[in-house]
């Protein structure tokens, strides 16, 4: 019933337009076809190559005298392809110049890890200090270098040579987060094994990381390409990346039941936070994975979240 | 016409052009009925008529009433703040399909502005943009679809290999892998960039990684290259390597390429047709032949040194002292060819030649096409 009214309904608003004025339904159609690129994106993907048509529509009002046929558009980048091309590039990027960072990065953690040695002796806070420095490695390369990395390629014009490629800006910011997400994986690899040695918790459940990374790494590396698309200049994307990853360090190694209230609700708002807890639960003798699955499940959400507004970002510091 | 005879400290260094080359031509223009280029000259800076296109030559490109000011910027400690300024005054500009097309001027003449609204990267105020066939400020999207642009920066490119540089530009334009390793392949060895496959362009020199760019730009044949200062920094080789592969495309392909130049040699040799910009205005529209006739005419140049002062006791010399733009020793005139043999005759004889310290003669460029028309002449690019 309800279909047959809005069909009716559709019929009479707007089909009489398109069929009366055709000028109108050419700007309609191509309205129609015309669609902000982030929109386009996954849209983009699922279509074949259909763009060796010549998308021209009728506007040729103006120009009766001397009409110009338009040329065949080349095909778009597919959100797939494309995604893989700047991930694999930015990955070997990342191999040449991001390695002594990822040093810095797992020795910070492993540094925390033995400082805090000293004062916590197992227990809850021994997990909260572990999964803290694990999940601090991917806060560090994903949160503080991607703000950077984009506060500085939006600043310099860099952003020139992809937003004159027809290629999705989800495909540009999911690339480049992945590949600095995937970078973190062999420092927290190495940080929550040796975390998990040093204060002697059961390393059974750290298969959990094959989530943890990529899903507090979406989050993050969402949060800092926003961060460095958005910041109006390069300095402050760096400010607010250094500032994101001190409170996630301060705020991941120290176990939240002991902070003060005020602090523990910024530790609630910050996002590598469900990383850390849930990396925590994965330390307990006997992990409860359905709460580690709700603590992923809202990293995943922030990723997406983040992600969709870094590729909104991404558009509006394309054109300027 | 009163700024001939500034910058009298420009003597001193051989190849600095003094701006007062300007005023001679002008007036020589000026005196001239049959020059057509001569209102142009005389009306100074304002928008000259663009030639229309031959007919059955779609255009390629078509500009229409470009507008674009940047605003304001407030005054900040340590900065003074500026007022707006119009980088695209009313520009009305046509491209003709598989032409190459040069747009000249200075830096801050709105160059680089112009091309950043024709690539979708910026949208203008007003008017219209129109490249083969699509309204690109309707469809901003379609831009990357049909041109390809090389910009003057490399930042996203910089820690890539030059192979791995060119190969993903080719696979986000919409290449596979295989078509892109393959034309990636193609314009290395075009572009002699083979040997450097392997180095991230950041560790090159400057005009070897400009190079690098531009075979980034190249893969993912596009009907529209647009080319922001392509050759910068680069050496003859390179140079020649990039002309040969644009021209290759152009012939092969029917490519169209836009090109930002403010290297008047290259201009000449290069271009089909050349808009010389000025504060946001084109000034001037034509083959470089044609803008060469129609505003300096058939005249030469002719640049006198003298060693101390000059020797105006010799009636032949202050004659032409009051044709010639002086900056400090140097003269610079524009003359007719007869003028100026008779002037060349004059100051290589007796007391003339003796207070004489070097002279030269040459035959009309752009840049004095572009001086000219009222052009303010610093920072083209000689070499």
Redesign the interface.
């Known amino acids: 019933m309800r279909n047959e009214d809005g069909a009716r309904a559709a019929a009479a608003a707007g089909e009489p337009d398109r069929a009366e004025v055709p000028g109108l339904a050419a700007d309609l159609a191509s309205a129609s076809e015309y669609r902000p690129p982030s929109a386009a994106a996954p849209d983009s993907a699922s279509t074949p190559d259909s763009a060796s048509v010549p998308e021209a529509e009728g506007e040729s009002g103006d120009r009766a005298v001397e009409p110009v046929a338009p040329v065949p558009l080349a095909a778009r980048a597919r959100l797939r392809p494309a995604l893989g091309a700047v991930y694999r590039a930015q990955l070997s990027r990342a191999r040449v110049a991001r390695i002594p960072l990822l040093f810095v990065a797992t020795f910070q953690s492993l540094g925390i890890m033995v400082l805090m040695r000293g004062v916590v002796d197992g227990g809850a806070e021994a997990r909260a200090v572990v999964s803290g420095a694990s999940v601090l490695v991917v806060a560090f390369v994903a949160l503080n270098l991607l703000a950077q990395y984009f506060g500085r390629l939006r600043a310099d014009g860099g952003l020139d040579h992809y937003a004159t490629l027809p290629v999705p800006p989800a495909a540009v910011v999911l690339g480049t987060a992945a590949a600095y997400a995937s970078f973190t994986v062999p420092g927290v690899v190495v940080t929550a094994v040796a975390g998990g040695v040093l204060f002697q918790l059961p390393l059974a459940g750290l298969w959990v990381l094959a989530a943890v990374i990529p899903l507090a790494g979406a989050a993050l590396a969402g949060l800092g390409a926003a961060l460095g698309l958005l910041a109006p200049k390069p300095e402050l994307a760096t400010l607010c990346g250094q500032l994101g990853m001190s409170a996630a360090l301060l705020l991941g190694v120290l176990p939240g039941g002991a902070l003060p209230v005020p602090v523990r609700w910024v530790r609630e708002l910050l996002p590598s936070t469900y990383g850390v807890e849930a990396l925590d639960r994965a330390f307990e003798a006997r992990p409860q994975w359905g709460e580690a699955a709700l603590d992923l499940g809202v990293c995943a959400a922030v990723g997406l979240v983040s992600l969709a507004a870094a590729a909104w970002a991404y558009r509006r510091a394309a054109v300027r | 016409m009163s700024t001939g005879t500034t910058r009298t400290g420009s003597s001193g260094s051989g190849s600095a052009r003094p701006d007062g080359a300007r005023a001679p031509a002008a007036r020589e223009a000026a005196e001239t009925p049959g020059v057509p280029g001569a209102p142009a000259a005389q009306a100074g800076p304002t928008a000259a008529a663009v030639p229309e296109p031959e007919p059955g030559a ?2 390629a490109v078509r500009l229409t009433g470009l507008v674009k000011t940047y605003p304001a910027t407030r005054a900040r400690r340590g900065s003074p703040g500026a007022p707006p300024v119009r980088a695209c005054d009313g520009v009305d500009l046509e491209v003709r399909g598989g032409e190459v097309f040069g747009l000249l001027g200075p830096n801050g003449a709105g160059k680089s502005t112009l091309v950043r609204q024709l ?5 203008p105020d007003s008017g219209g943009v ?1 490249v ?4 690109l400020l ?12 090389l ?7 910089d ?3 030059v192979s ?2 060119a ?3 080719g ?4 290449l ?2 295989r078509a892109a390793r393959r034309e990636r392949d193609a314009v290395l060895d075009e572009l002699g960039l083979a040997p450097l496959a392997g180095r ?1 362009v950041k560790r090159l020199s400057g005009g070897q990684r400009r190079l690098a760019c531009v075979a ?1 730009a190249l893969v ?4 529209l290259l647009v080319l922001d200062e392509p050759t910068t920094g680069m050496d003859p080789v390179a140079r020649r390597a990039v002309w040969a592969a644009v021209d290759r495309r152009r012939r092969e392909h029917g490519a169209t390429v836009v090109l930002v130049t403010h290297n008047v040699i290259e201009a000449e040799l290069v271009l089909d047709r050349v808009a010389v910009l000025d504060s946001g205005r084109i000034i001037a529209c034509d083959t470089p032949g044609g803008l060469k006739t129609a505003t300096v005419g058939d005249g030469v140049r002719l640049e006198l040194v003298w060693r101390d002062r000059a020797p105006l006791d010799v009636p032949e010399v202050a004659a032409l002292a009051r044709q010639a733009a002086v900056a400090g020793r140097r003269w610079t005139l524009r003359l007719g060819q007869d003028a100026a043999r008779r002037a060349v005759t004059a100051v290589t004889d007796g007391p003339a030649f003796a207070a004489l310290d070097d002279f030269s003669l040459s035959t009309p460029s752009l840049e004095d096409v572009y001086l000219a028309l009222g052009g303010r002449g610093e920072g083209l690019v000689r070499s």
């Open positions: 779609p255009p690539t979708g990267l910026s949208r129109e083969l066939g699509h309204d309707r469809h901003p999207d379609r831009a990357a679809r049909l041109l390809a642009y910009g003057q920066e490399s930042s996203a490119l820690e890539l290999t791995l540089a190969e993903t530009t696979r986000l334009r919409g596979d892998v991230a980034a993912g044949e596009r009907p």
